[in-house]
């Protein structure tokens, strides 16, 4: 027998603008530790030994343009995961984990599929498996197990799961009901009766019995997940859902979908140290504090304050005489909100949004597979970048309509293609691209290689990229 653990690395992560945003989203942001919360996530499951099952590598579901970041992310912690299947579009929980149970299907008729969101605290992982094991007896049989966590305090930011009867295994209950996010005094309520449980969104159980399930009250979904697994394709190391079969497939949580409606759904109740970051206020409540209440990061300096969450990505910031705040600071753009009135957050993005803006999009420094790039200046037809290129790291040969570009190497070694010259550019050495002229920059050495970009022209927006080859096979 043997548990395959689903990773959900999909979301914005919006209530955690600005150092959450849609490219570089809060599961692949180091919040809580050095570490992303990917990685905590997959390295909470991976090399561990299940006393009565198999624990094998995870399966990680992911959005198309976070597929690099995750690949490295993972390779970084040296976890070779099963796969990394790629929605075309996000269509919530449900369709994601069909998805996956369709795929793990093929490989295992038997597969016994572990959900976890990738943007969750786990503080007791020790606990959390022994709850694994609790579910597990329960899955076998074909029941869909949900992990309720035992609540520390009367919170109305999470959903909640009634337990009823046992159900036939030690501390294993039926589901009675789910409940939407309560208002305080019924919240208050649920903590005095001892059987309501925070909702996790962390599920156990065979590949085979939620795909059935799903089939049952949800035939749309289930068919559009199925169809996209059969027309999948591979694409390097990643596994690409079909895009026609996914985009058609209805939106909606597993919650939704399956678990409030199934006579098959178990709680299984876990007191693991959880929390998922969903908010700032809740990032202060999981992190080290000082004597103060204080919770910092980055080049911060504080005087007579207190219960505050600052930090500094880019310069030193100075909070003075403050309480209850939420202070951060990000190369484009600063928060500042009282920790009452952080579920707000969301509407910034949203303004952004409105205003075709780019801050809820990236940061001034962006990945790639081949590296990084940071904005540095920009005005009126001109542009400054600091280009990073890794080791063996290769840009695609592209052109350009509306700029020409001139590339001034700081350290490292740069091959330049530029029409049908090749050179080696060193140290203090530079070159220029003309407007309309095929080029490419590769890093030959072992050392990184850093340059300064400079642009010029009519327009200089990231989509003038005509691409001809691309090693990483980007359209």
């Known amino acids: 027998m043997k548990i395959y653990p689903v990773i959900l690395s999909g979301g914005a992560g919006t209530r955690l603008w600005p150092l959450s945003r849609a490219v570089l989203p809060k599961q692949l942001l180091p919040l809580v530790a050095d570490k992303t919360m990917l990685q905590e996530t997959a390295l909470r499951v991976a090399g561990r030994a299940a006393t009565s099952a198999e624990l094998m590598p995870p399966l990680v579901v992911c959005g198309n343009e976070h597929r690099f970041l995750v690949a490295e992310q993972m390779r970084e912690i040296g976890v070779k995961p099963l ?147 059969l027309k999948d394709y591979r694409d390097l190391d990643f596994c690409r859902l079909d895009e026609a079969a996914f985009t058609a497939c209805p939106s909606d949580s597993i919650d939704y979908a399956v678990m409030e409606k199934t006579q098959h759904a178990v709680v299984v109740p876990a007191d693991i140290g959880w929390n998922d970051v969903g908010s700032w206020s809740a990032l202060h409540d999981v992190l080290p504090k000082d004597a103060n209440g204080n919770v910092t990061r980055g080049d911060v300096y504080l005087d007579g304050v207190q219960g505050t969450l600052v930090r500094a990505e880019s310069r030193i910031v100075a909070v003075v005489g403050v309480k209850d705040l939420v202070v951060v600071e990000t190369n484009d753009a600063v928060l500042v909100a009282h920790k009452d009135q952080v579920q707000r957050v969301k509407q910034i993005v949203d303004h952004l949004k409105t205003k075709d803006r780019t801050e809820h999009l990236h940061h001034t420094k962006v990945y790639r597979p081949w590296g990084c790039y940071e904005g540095i200046d920009i005005g009126e037809r001109f542009q400054v970048k600091r280009i990073t290129v890794n080791p063996g790291g290769k840009l695609s040969l592209q052109m350009h309509h509306h700029r020409a570009e001139h590339w001034i190497v700081v350290s490292g070694t740069a091959r330049v293609t530029c029409g049908d010259k090749v050179t080696l550019l060193t140290e203090n050495e530079s070159t220029y691209i003309p407007i309309g002229m095929n080029h490419r920059l590769e890093n030959p050495g072992k050392l990184p290689l850093h340059l300064i970009e400079v642009q010029s022209g009519s327009y200089l927006g990231e989509d003038d990229i005509v691409r001809f080859e691309d090693v990483y096979q980007r359209a």
Request: hydrophobic share 50%.
């Open 83 to 229: 796969g990394i299947l790629l929605e075309p579009v996000g269509r919530n929980t449900a369709p994601a984990v069909a998805a996956a149970a369709h795929y793990l299907k093929a490989i295992d008729a038997d597969a016994i599929m572990l959900v976890l969101p990738a943007d969750h605290v786990i503080n007791d992982v020790d606990a959390f498996h022994q709850a694994v094991e609790r579910a597990l007896v329960m899955v076998k049989d074909g029941s869909l197990a949900t992990f309720g966590i035992v609540p520390t305090a009367p919170e109305t930011g999470y959903g909640y799961i009634q337990s009823g009867a046992g159900a036939g295994a030690e501390q294993c209950f039926k589901v009675d009901r789910f409940v939407e996010k309560p208002n305080r005094e019924t919240a208050e309520g649920f903590v005095a009766a001892g059987n309501y449980y925070w909702n996790s969104g962390m599920f156990l159980f065979r590949a085979d019995a939620y795909i059935a399930e799903l089939a049952k009250f949800q035939p749309e979904i289930a068919a559009a997940a199925e169809a996209a697994v």
